[in-house]
């Protein structure tokens, strides 16, 4: 299947590029280009995870992040499919079990409303932290 990018996420060489660039940083390990295009094929499709101790690193279509022993779950890349999908999860969630209490974390909610408001302002529907964008960079 080939992706037509319509702004909605990065491309898949953006996001392979992103992943390769994550994994060597935070968890040596490979990401391979059959991992990041198998995100694009599925309409449903799990997210790539890496762990390595007691760091973890996500990338999905529409989101990337890492999370070590002295870094909390940081977003470094976002679209707003995935913030409303998760602030809908939390909803949903909450209402089914009748608990008030089931919130989206407010460090994770703090996230949602910086990347929302840059995107908002650009025009996009994808936000990268400022200091990763160069790892859209395909060596």
Do not use: C
Request: glycine share 2%.
């Amino acid at each position: 299947m080939k992706h037509v990018n319509d702004g909605s996420s990065l491309t898949p060489r953006q996001l392979y590029a992103l992943g390769m660039r994550l994994a060597q940083r935070y968890a040596p390990g490979s990401v391979s280009r059959a991992m990041i295009s198998s995100l694009f094929e599925k309409s449903i499709p799990m997210p790539v995870l890496i762990r390595r101790g007691d760091t973890k690193v996500w990338i999905d279509r529409y989101y990337a992040a890492v999370e070590t022993k002295n870094l909390p779950l940081t977003y470094v890349y976002l679209t707003s499919t995935h913030i409303l999908e998760e602030r809908r999860s939390y909803r949903e969630a909450a209402k089914e079990r009748d608990d008030a209490t089931i919130r989206l974390p407010e460090s994770i909610a703090r996230q949602f409303r910086f990347a929302l408001r840059a995107m908002h302002m650009s025009d996009v529907k994808v936000w990268l932290r400022e200091n990763y964008k160069a790892y859209l960079e395909v060596a």
